[in-house]
């Protein structure tokens, strides 16, 4: 049984459709990413999954219960974590408080909490360094790295994450991608969103193209890699 | 919103401000200081009320006066028409209020900014409307009178100088449980949803329940308020509750701190006085106000509490830094 499940799912902006019958799931131990062009439906994909925006027809559902319907903080509980198109830190909050409250859900295991707190900031220094000061003074890079730890805060069991690649430097690129495979390897299953399909692709066992809302293509990483298409549109053609 | 303060510091500047306001009527001791000491007392329970929902939730419904007058009439009604204790009174203003603000919070789960501020004026105009009409309940412009005085162990708080105690310990618990909220799971809650909603959504806060929640607790607040000010006044009519008097909570709140219950505490306190002391500009004291706004927002956004904040550092930056200069030398 998939971890997480899309059946069919249908959602619109008003009278405007965004997504098309998606269908895509995600396997415990995977990770899967969504790749396609700007306006291809990913966000909005990502929107229906954390229940942000309400689906009009089919289901999702996670480990099995259905989840379709219910509140955000109900699907974070359930184990559902996200980080968020254009990350959305609290600005006015300090970095050690912005990760505090990723585990708001989670009052039960301090001592893990205080793990990962300490493995966050051991991974990035610059947020170590500056964690008693406002997440708001941070650059967009250091955001993206802070936005990814408060992700983890929550203990989940499935990560989505919206392009947390954006604007970041090549060498942080790479930063980020080996903090989430590394995510992925202590038991988290991902769902990554993605432009970037070359790095993309290069760390996932499954991926799927979206375009106009609906799924174009599925496939294994190297399937995808190797398809015309994907390498015209997403890897630079060649 | 401002600045950051350590809760450390934000701890002591409300205990020195506590104490401060303890040892009050006895540095300003006449009869028409103390009435107005009275009257401070009650303005901060209000304001630190208001701060539930503007300052910690981010919610811009500005209608504190609107529940004050509730409140007020709750216990005028209760003592006077049922001829209950003070204590009963006091108890129903605080559940009638909060369910009050329950119901006016509802629509901010839809509506925001501008739109929340004109539901406010309005609620506000509505409620002392009805207070004016529907005389059989309130005796309409007449206002009722003989409102009961708490008694204590057999012991009637008569006089000024006790009343103001008796507020003094509802304040002072009352600021003590706002920080302790502040500190919780439930203030960080509000503090997220006014960051940031969608935000505080993705890491699984319930932003309905947030924000009601802070409308609840500043309902209950302004319930304590307004039957002690019902009961201090012993008389009370609709007029004094108008726009202009729930502008001045607003202007209090800004001044002192948005986000901050010393700031909150504060803000009252000064502009409470500095009322006083303008009575003789009549309506125009309005104006100093709006000037004095207008600089705060300017030059500290934060408030006097901010202001305070970094004077505190910069004076013990100044007594740190001298012995080591001595030892250079
Ligand atoms: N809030 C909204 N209201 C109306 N239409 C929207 C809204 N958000 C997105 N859309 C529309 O839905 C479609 C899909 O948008 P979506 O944000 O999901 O794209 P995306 O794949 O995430 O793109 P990008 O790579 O640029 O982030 C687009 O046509 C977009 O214009
Ligand atoms: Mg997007």
């Known amino acids: 049984m998939a971890l997480l499940e899309l059946k069919d799912v249908s959602a619109s902006y008003g009278a405007i459709q965004a997504l098309f019958n998606l269908s895509l799931s995600v396997n415990s131990g995977e990770i899967v990413c969504l790749i396609g062009a700007n306006g291809a439906g990913k966000t909005t994909a990502v929107r229906t999954i954390t229940g942000t925006l309400p689906i009009t027809s089919g289901e999702i559902r996670f480990n099995g219960e259905q989840i379709s319907g219910q509140r955000s903080s109900a699907i974070v509980r359930a184990g559902i974590a996200c980080v968020p198109e254009g990350r959305r830190v609290f600005p006015e909050m300090t970095i050690l408080e912005n990760l505090e409250i990723g585990g708001f859900i989670t009052r039960k295991d301090r001592e893990k909490s205080q793990a990962i707190v300490d493995y966050v900031l051991d991974t990035f220094p610059v947020l170590k360094e500056r964690r008693n000061q406002a997440a708001g003074t941070l650059s967009g890079g250091e955001q993206a790295m802070l936005v990814l730890g408060r992700a983890m805060m929550s203990q989940p069991k499935l990560m989505v994450l919206d392009e947390p690649s954006m604007g970041l430097a090549p060498v942080i690129v790479e930063k980020a991608f080996d903090v989430i495979k590394n995510i992925n390897e202590q038991g988290t299953a991902i769902l990554l969103v993605e432009q970037n399909a070359n790095m993309a692709l290069a760390i996932s066992t499954r991926g799927y193209v979206l375009e106009g809302g609906e799924v174009k293509l599925e496939g294994s990483a190297e399937e995808l890699k190797s398809s015309e298409m994907v390498r015209k549109l997403y890897l630079g053609g060649s | ?329």
Not at chain 2, 120 to 142: E, P
Not at chain 2, 182 to 203: C, H, N, P, T, W
Not at chain 2, 225 to 233: E, M, N, P, R, T
Request: charged content about 10%.
């Open chain 2, 1 to 329: 919103m401002g600045m950051r303060m350590e809760n450390k510091k934000r701890n002591i500047i409300l205990f020195v401000v506590l104490v401060l306001l303890a040892v009050a009527p006895y540095l300003f001791h006449n009869n028409y200081q103390r009435y107005v000491l009275n009257n401070v007392l009650i303005n901060v329970m209000l304001v630190i009320a208001l701060n539930f929902i503007l300052g910690f939730a981010g919610q811009v419904f500005l209608g504190t006066i609107g529940f004050f007058a509730i409140s007020s009439y709750v216990t005028a009604l209760v003592t006077t028409t049922l001829g209950m204790s003070f204590w009963w009174g006091l108890l129903a203003s605080v559940v009638i209020t909060a369910v009050f603000s329950f119901c006016l919070g509802l629509p901010t789960l839809k509506l925001s900014g501008f739109y929340l501020a004109l539901m406010s004026t309005g609620f506000i105009v509505v409620t002392t409307d009805v207070l004016k009409n529907w005389s059989s309940l309130t005796n309409g412009v007449w206002g009722i009178s003989n409102i009961a005085r708490p008694v204590i162990f057999g012991h009637v708080i008569s006089t000024d100088l006790q009343f103001y105690y008796l507020s003094f310990v509802m304040t002072s618990i009352l600021a003590i449980i706002a920080i302790v909220i502040e500190d919780s799971r439930f203030g960080r809650a509000f503090k997220a949803v006014r960051d940031d909603q969608l935000a505080a959504e993705i890491v699984g806060i319930n932003a309905t329940k947030a924000k009601l929640l802070a409308f609840i607790l500043s309902g209950v607040y302004v319930g304590v308020a307004g039957a002690l000010y019902a009961s201090f006044q012993r008389f009370i009519s609709p007029d004094v509750f108008s726009l202009q008097q729930n502008s001045l909570f607003m202007c209090m709140l800004v001044i002192g701190g948005l986000g901050s219950v010393p700031g909150a505490v504060i803000g009252a306190t000064l502009l409470t006085t500095l009322t006083e002391v303008l009575r003789f500009m009549r309506e125009k004291y309005l104006l100093v106000y709006a000037v004095v706004i207008i600089i705060t927002l300017i030059y500290q956004p934060g408030g006097l509490i901010v202001f305070l904040g970094q004077t505190i550092d910069w004076v013990k930056s100044k007594l740190t830094r001298q012995p080591r200069l001595r030892k250079e030398i």
